[in-house]
């Protein structure tokens, strides 16, 4: 139960048995083991209470030799304890407190059941019924599946600046860092906001952070990275590592004023979460359709939830709000970029399918067609049509329009030979100068 004292104020800093309870074993009955080993721990000087919370509960933080006595729990160096929060239980610490009901709630340790240690019975006595395992509490955090990480897997009051002077005037100080990469999450920065002060002054320390992300340092082969990869392992994604934020209203504002609030930090922080637009329709792109896909190399994943929602539904819920996305979400799905270069790429894939599949099927059509041409006989031409005489209605003796060049049509139409011998035989004689001139009359009988 010491340990257990020593590794939660190790990383809180600053809390109450209840919350060491809740944290690191809430399959106790109670809290009172743990209010026993803060008491054993203060008379040892590792530990002090300076203050009680909101709610009458007594806070217990690390003195200096206790700080050394978590590091050596934990298993971390001394020198990445930080500090001992000493003085800040004096004001109920309200903030501290809601960072550690959100690493609480995030975590959600399993309810392992416990055991009494059996007492000696006399001799000649019946020997004792077996005590049935401690029933898992009913608000879900018994279930392992919903919780991320253990205690070890987080920091707090985390100042994240480069190694130059210029980037530690941009410096920032983050309330928790959660790493789990057991659950094939990146980094995750987590703020946590009790809806105290202005929307504005929330939403300038997003500005720090892209500072910060952008910076670059030397790596030990001589090349430039970014300067958060000196302590934390590569996202994975694209982008920044993400930063979580927790809204805690409590009784101070209502739902309206903190929906108005998460917009207007939403508003405020666009440049730094959306991404830059590049037009590319692509392969095999009909004309004038557009297509394209967002850069995210220099956007930082801003997610939103609230302390109600992870205490209900936990970190595995759907109870992330990615600015951007526009839709509740679990946590995997809210880190992935939909509208990224891997699914335009993607869509450009099928594109280039479809597009090689018409290519193939109009060469399909075309071999078709030419084996058909090859394989089958020539049509016959049509007779030509022949000229049938006006006058008895046998054919003419040639295709109309034959001698038209030579011979001019009589005034009685086409005729057959015997017709035409029959008729007035000037008709088809050579015309004169006068009937060229003055045309040519027809004889009265």
């Not at 309870?21 to 809430?26: D, K, N």
């Not at 020198?79 to 109920?92: D, I, K, Y």
């Not at 599946?145 to 005037?169: F, H």
């Not at 952070?209 to 958060?228: D, V």
Request: charged share 25%; proline share 8%; with cysteine.
């Amino acid at each position: 139960m010491r340990a257990h004292v020593l590794a939660a104020l190790g990383v809180l800093k600053l809390a109450t048995a209840d919350q060491m309870h809740r944290l690191m074993a809430p399959g106790h009955k109670d809290n009172k083991g743990f209010r026993n080993a803060a008491l054993d721990l203060a008379r040892h000087g590792l530990v002090v209470s300076e203050g009680s919370s909101r709610d009458g509960h007594k806070i217990w933080s690390l003195t200096p030799v206790g700080l050394d006595a978590a590091a050596e729990v934990l298993g971390r160096p001394v020198g990445e304890m930080g500090g001992t929060a000493r003085g800040a239980a004096r004001s109920g610490a309200p903030h501290a407190m809601a960072v550690n009901e959100t690493v609480i709630a995030m975590t959600r340790t399993p309810a392992a059941a416990t055991r009494p240690v059996p007492r000696q019975q006399p001799p000649g006595a019946p020997p004792a019924a077996p005590a049935a395992d401690t029933p898992a509490p009913q608000d879900g955090s018994g279930d392992e599946s919903q919780g991320l990480g253990w205690i070890g897997s987080w920091t707090t009051e985390v100042p994240l600046s480069a190694s130059s002077a210029k980037s530690n005037r941009a410096g920032v100080r983050v309330d928790a860092v959660l790493q789990a990469p057991e659950a094939e999450l990146p980094v995750l920065f987590v703020e946590v906001d009790n809806c105290t002060e202005p929307a504005d002054i929330l939403a300038a320390k997003f500005e720090k952070y892209i500072r910060y992300f952008r910076a670059r340092i030397k790596s030990s082969l001589g090349t430039e990275m970014p300067a958060w990869r000196a302590h934390y392992r590569p996202s994975g994604r694209d982008g920044h590592p993400p930063v979580l934020i927790v809204f805690n209203p409590g009784t101070r504002i209502g739902e309206q004023a903190l929906k108005n609030r998460v917009n207007t930090v939403m508003d405020l922080t666009r440049t730094v979460w959306s991404g830059d637009w590049h037009l590319d329709s692509g392969y095999g792109a009909p004309a004038g359709e557009r297509d394209g896909y967002y850069d995210y190399d220099d956007a930082i994943p801003l997610l939103f939830t609230t302390l109600g929602r992870l205490k209900a539904e936990g970190p595995r819920g759907l109870v992330w709000w990615r600015c951007g996305h526009g839709r509740w979400e679990t946590l995997p799905d809210a880190l992935d970029n939909p509208a990224d270069h891997r699914a335009w790429q993607a869509r450009d894939t099928a594109r280039r399918a479809r597009y090689d599949e018409q290519l193939a099927q109009r060469e399909r059509e075309r071999a078709a067609e030419e084996e058909r041409w090859a394989t089958k006989p020539p049509e016959p031409e049509p007779a030509p049509e022949v000229a049938s005489c006006e006058r008895c209605g046998l054919p003419t003796s040639g295709t109309r329009g034959q001698d038209d060049a030579l011979v001019a049509a009589p005034e009685e139409g086409w005729l057959c030979p015997a017709c035409r011998t029959a008729a007035d035989v000037d008709v088809y004689q050579h015309p004169t100068l006068r009937q060229t001139l003055f045309g040519s009359r027809r004889r009265g009988k």
